[in-house]
């Protein structure tokens, strides 16, 4: 291996931001947080919730319920043409 190419390894601090649980491990940055950890990401807890960031499901919604179809235009009657007689 070449001499002094590698990242420093130093002592990091995970944060969760959902449920601010914090796991020390080892990386090249002092600090990274996440959204989603372990302990309460739904796959692994088995409970379904929605984790909101920013407003993003609102947003959803509301283009949602603004593109719902309209109410079908009614009918035009039809109109016969005269017969000859």
């Given at each position: 291996m070449k001499a002094e190419i590698h990242?420093?390894?130093i002592d990091?601090?995970?944060?969760?931001?959902?449920?601010?649980?914090?796991?020390q491990t080892h990386a090249t940055?002092?600090?990274i947080?996440?959204?989603?950890?372990s302990n309460c990401h739904p796959y692994y807890t088995g409970k379904q919730r929605i984790v909101d960031t920013a407003g993003r499901v609102e947003r959803f919604n509301q283009r949602r319920n603004?593109?719902?179809?309209?109410a079908p235009p009614?009918?035009?009657?039809r109109v016969r043409k005269p017969t000859e007689a």
């Open positions: 990242p420093e390894y990091c601090t995970i944060t969760c931001l959902t449920c601010a649980s914090e796991v940055v002092p600090s947080r996440v959204d989603l950890c603004a593109a719902a179809p309209a009614a009918k035009k009657p």
